[in-house]
């Protein structure tokens, strides 16, 4: 099935496109062709242009919302995360699988327009990939792209950079925080997938995760934002098939199946020398993953979150 997740994309982008002043961001029309919509490189961004980041990146396939909820016994707002189509707008578009490297300029990028490149392995895998005449892609990163850039794109997607509209934001800022905590639902398929369990068994999903404090820089709101799903993040995902591979793969699937887990990221990052590779992939995910099986009515949780973590690490300081 083609999911046509650019077109959905661009359709959502071009439904806000004339409320930038209220969403506080900017467009940006590159020269050579091209459109970068700026959520909080120069411009403020906010909450909504953040929401609406997240539902681009999931190319409009999940609700996304902020809703109540707590750590331990303190009150704190939650990104929450819906869909039917948890492949499609999970892997197939919203996972940060793309490093984008051009002279200077680096961005993890994400979005539908993945598929379009299809250049991960994860598509082969999965068996998907999109033909498209417009791309929409999100771009974790500090700097605006430039025209070179663009011309990148082009050239492994085949998109003329004319018809590329690029949504941009830095990790730390109110838009780029929570477009990463919207990530709860995509991180436990990642990993499941990674695991070897067949996510096409996972017919809905949904998540919620505590909204980050926006980090004084980069690198400490990748901290942040890292510590609010693997000590917070709670996913539920509806499946079928049988219960005892869920049994099997289930204890593996949550954070705390990590020798890491309990410790802020910024502290497992430092005993890792500050390389990303070198630290437990087994850590990304949730911190609790619940399976609801849809065939047998069987409901199976993993993990745990881990309040007190949270606390430390976000900076809660009671008044």
Not at 222 to 249: F, H, K, M, P, Q
């Amino acid at each position: 099935m083609t999911w046509r997740l650019n077109e959905r994309a661009l359709q959502l982008l071009e439904s806000a496109a004339a409320d930038q002043p209220a969403l506080r961001v900017a467009q940006h029309d590159i020269p050579g062709g091209g459109r970068v919509f700026d959520f909080g490189v120069a411009a403020e961004g906010g909450l909504r242009a953040g929401l609406l980041m997240a539902q681009v990146c999931m190319a409009g396939l999940a609700d996304v919302s902020l809703t109540a909820g707590s750590i331990g016994d303190r009150a704190w707002p939650h990104v929450m995360v819906a869909t039917d189509q948890p492949v499609a707008a999970c892997l197939f578009s919203q996972y940060a699988g793309w490093q984008v490297a051009v002279d200077k300029f680096f961005a993890m990028g994400s979005g539908p327009i993945r598929a379009v490149g299809a250049r991960e392995e994860l598509f082969e895998r999965l068996n998907y990939r999109e033909s498209a005449a417009a791309a929409v892609g999100v771009l974790e990163t500090r700097k605006l792209p430039t025209a070179a850039v663009l011309a990148e794109l082009a050239a492994k997607t085949g998109v003329v950079p004319a018809n590329i509209s690029l949504l941009v934001a830095p990790t730390a800022s109110p838009a780029g925080t929570l477009q990463v905590v919207a990530r709860s639902v995509e991180t436990a398929l990642h990993k499941l997938h990674e695991l070897g369990f067949d996510v096409h068994r996972i017919r809905s999903a949904w998540g919620t995760a505590p909204l980050a404090p926006v980090g004084q820089n980069d690198m400490a709101a990748i901290g942040l934002t890292n510590d609010a799903i693997l000590y917070g993040g709670r996913v539920t995902l509806w499946v079928r098939g049988d219960d005892e591979s869920i049994a099997a793969i289930g204890p593996g699937a949550p954070a705390s199946a990590s020798s890491g887990y309990g410790q802020p990221f910024q502290s497992i990052f430092e005993a890792a020398g500050r390389d990303f590779y070198k630290i437990d992939p087994l850590l990304f995910s949730p911190a609790e993953i619940t399976f609801q099986n849809l065939d047998t009515g069987r409901v199976q949780q993993f993990g745990r979150v881990a309040p007190d973590v949270l606390i430390q690490s976000f900076g809660v300081q009671a008044g």
